[in-house]
């Protein structure tokens, strides 16, 4: 059943890109009152940081979708600490409770919020559904064996839309065993978009889809429209669309020119399939 547990409160990190549950995290350390600079945005602050510590290393954390959905964010479970580097697990998604998350220019102490943890819907995950989730997730492992074979998906996770670069997770002690393919169908739903080049938008659909089946069957859609000619087949009218990002507008301030990079998104005026997949359950408090 898609309920939340009991509704608790833990400290407030705040992350600059979307990140889904099963991720490795790493995250630069600073210390409270300095100046975090631009090509550190995966950080957190020292003070932050204790109060996950002292809370058995869990945090919770907004993304960049808070505009669009107020409460909903993921808990952060801290795996170690070592020199400026703390590297978590993103765990569950959460929902917020409503006016808990604090404005981005809000000072003073780190700020504990009151969550409750959301999953999948309960009609999503009936038997039927998850057995034909695992069907999906099969052919889902033989498009991406075949689009590495090929050359044609880079599943790693690196630059994405905003320009945040996940440049230390090499570090994180679960850095290689992350980059296996997930054997059940559920962790494949979560692999899949954490990895492929989508917008923050069509991020924030995937990661708040609550359903399972959902996030494969698009998955699966995104990466054969990557393995599609997009100039030499003119057969289909795609939902999605291919955003190319040119060396002049990369990330240039290294010193060094980046590879074109290509996105994927909605196409304007389209919608995402099944929008019952995208709607929370409702969260019910125990008595």
């Known amino acids: 059943m898609a309920t939340s547990t009991a509704a608790r409160r833990l ?6 890109t979307i990140v889904f549950p099963g991720s490795p995290l790493t995250l630069k350390v600073f210390a409270e009152g300095s100046e975090v600079q631009s090509d550190d945005r995966l950080a957190i602050a020292s003070s932050v940081l204790r109060r996950g510590e002292d809370a058995g290393g869990q945090l919770v954390a907004s993304m960049p979708f808070q505009q669009a959905h107020p409460d909903l964010g993921v808990k952060l479970v801290l795996e170690e600490v070592g020199g400026d580097l703390a590297h978590f697990t993103v765990g569950d998604r959460v929902r917020f409770a409503p006016g808990s998350v604090p404005a981005l220019d809000a000072g003073g102490a780190p700020k504990e919020v009151e969550f409750e943890r959301v999953s999948d819907r309960a009609e999503f995950t009936t038997a039927e559904v998850i057995e034909r989730a695992e069907d999906e997730a099969a052919l889902a492992r033989s498009i991406v064996n075949l689009g590495a074979m090929n050359g044609i998906l880079d599943l790693a996770l690196g630059l994405d839309e905003l320009g945040v670069e996940h440049v230390e997770l090499c570090h994180h002690p679960k850095w ?3 980059k296996v393919l997930p054997k059940d169908a559920l ?98 408090r125990r008595r």
């Open 187 to 284: 962790g494949l739903s979560m692999w899949l978009p954490a990895r492929l080049p989508l917008t923050t938008e069509l991020k924030a659909q995937f990661l708040f889809a609550f359903s399972p089946l959902w996030r494969l069957q698009n998955a699966i859609d995104v990466m054969r429209f990557l393995a599609s000619d997009p100039l030499n087949d003119e057969r289909y009218t795609h939902r999605f669309q291919r955003i190319l990002d040119s060396p002049a507008t990369g990330v240039c301030g290294h010193g060094w020119i980046s590879k074109p990079r290509c996105t994927v998104g909605l196409a304007r005026g389209d919608a995402a399939r099944d929008a019952a997949a995208t709607s929370p359950p409702t969260l019910r």
């Open 11 to 16: 400290a407030l990190a705040r992350l600059p």
């Open 176 to 178: 290689a065993a992350s």
